[in-house]
């Protein structure tokens, strides 16, 4: 099993539409989330870190359910710019606290005309 | 430029050859992070410094990788006698311990053809 799973889509929207991509995460010890967003071919950037209170940023809404180690993105009014690849990750946080991080397999969005 | 820069952007080799990447972090930054991503995978941590100390190693850095950060500033990684499973893109990251959310800054690869 995965440390960090999500669902590798594509998913294809119209603009406008909302979107939301889920991902689970095995290690109950995990500090630290995030969603990062990578471009075809180009390196991932943080979207944004993801508390257990929840946060938003503009269309951006990520969510974190500890109990079910479960950390979801919500994207609304969907821009063509939106396009790529959302990949969920977890710090390492553990014993040794280097503050690895740990990548989910990527969502892919692409978002059509 | 301030952002992390990484050496060269490809590279292409025979299998056997011996193969060395540079990566140079944000000047301030004390960690040093070197991940592998392959198509359609996420990154993969292969090692990380703190300084110049190399503090963790995944199990996927076979003994033919070996990476170094000598004076605790730029980094080296180099695979020896590459094989074609080594072709990925090499990705280096940096931060700043003790900053903010530990949010870590990726130079722009260097992907790696093992022909």
């Known amino acids: 099993r995965k440390e960090v799973e999500q669902d590798p889509g594509p998913f294809n929207v119209p603009e406008g539409a909302t979107v939301a991509f889920n991902c689970t995460y095995s290690?109950?010890?995990?500090?630290?989330f995030f969603w990062y967003r990578q471009d075809c071919r180009k390196e991932p950037k943080l979207l944004m870190s993801?508390?257990?209170s929840g946060n938003e940023d503009g269309r951006f809404t990520a969510q974190l359910n500890r109990a079910s180690q479960y950390i979801s993105l919500l994207i609304r009014d969907s821009k063509l710019s939106d396009s790529a690849t959302y990949l969920c990750?977890?710090?390492?946080?553990?014993?040794?606290?280097?503050?690895?991080?740990?990548f989910g397999q990527g969502t892919t969005l692409q978002v059509k005309p | 430029d301030t952002g992390v820069s990484q050496d060269p952007r490809h590279k292409i080799t025979k299998r056997g050859q011996n193969v060395t990447f540079r990566c140079d972090p944000i000047?301030?930054?004390?960690?040093l992070y070197w991940y592998r991503q392959t198509l359609g995978q996420g990154p993969e941590f292969l090692t990380y410094?703190?300084?110049?100390?190399?503090?963790?190693k995944s199990r996927l850095l076979s003994d033919r990788f070996s990476a170094e950060r000598p004076k605790g500033s730029f980094s080296t990684l180099e695979i020896q006698r590459t094989e074609q499973g080594d072709s990925a893109m090499y990705l280096c990251?940096?931060?700043?311990?003790?900053?903010?959310?530990?949010?870590?800054?990726f130079g722009p690869g260097t992907r790696l053809t093992v022909l």
């Open positions: 990251a940096s931060s700043l311990l003790g900053g903010t959310g530990n949010e870590q800054f």
């Open positions: 410094f703190q300084n110049e100390a190399q503090l963790e």
């Open positions: 990750v977890v710090s390492d946080n553990g014993s040794s606290n280097t503050g690895k991080l740990i």
């Open positions: 000047s301030e930054h004390n960690r």
């Open positions: 993801v508390y257990s």
């Open positions: 290690n109950s010890a995990s500090q630290s």
